[in-house]
């Protein structure tokens, strides 16, 4: 069994622990475990050995810092392009009226089948279907911008309420009407769920399911 210099040493030269952790280890006082490790021929040695480990360190923990807030400046950025978006769309839709088609259609949702080739909503004909009612509706952005809207409005409630994860939105308002939505830690920024899609046909369903999942963290 090593007695107490003995242990004293290894938890300092093996272990590598510091004076005052090995003096609530040992329970014995600081100025005594620093008396006896100057003893040791390797003390100069290990403090060297230290010092290059806490400058590798700090060098480590600065990158990180560099990256941290790096990272936090694009996502303030991509957060400003989406209330760009947010209020390009607000300004749209204060201009337009809808079309009592498209009501009709929003209440009577599983009556119509998209058509993607023709883009537009076209009648189930084996419901029946009387002459008031529209055969087909064209699909109209200014909906998909209703439900972009909602979306944005939920993803900026997550990131005022979330203290853990926040949700990134990238949008692109081409022919293609890509959406991505990245919901990451706030921690390490790691992933959480990310998913992409393009808002063709269907965007009501589509957005309902993205703003579930983001309801679902606040």
Known sequence: ?????????????IEHLKVKEIAENVNLSSAYIT????????????????????????????NKYIKNKRELKRIEDNYSIVQAQHNQASRELSKSNHLSNESYRKWNYSAYKYNSSKRRYEFDEKLGRSYDIPKYIKERWIDMEE???????????????????????????????????????????????????????????KCNNIINVLESYI
């Open 35 to 62: 008396k006896i490790i100057k003893q040791d021929a390797r003390y100069n040695s290990e403090k060297l050995y230290r010092k290059n480990l806490s400058n590798k360190k700090r060098k480590i923990d600065k």
């Open 147 to 205: 439900k972009l809207l909602k979306v944005f409005e939920v993803a900026n409630t997550l990131n005022e309420k979330q203290d853990n994860v926040y949700v990134q939105i990238t949008y692109d308002a081409n022919d293609n009407k890509n959406l991505e939505i990245a919901i990451r830690s706030k921690k390490d920024f790691s992933y959480v769920e990310r998913c992409e899609m393009q808002l063709k046909g269907n965007y009501d369903m």
């Open 1 to 13: 069994m090593k007695n107490p210099k003995e242990i004293i040493i290894d938890l300092f030269y």
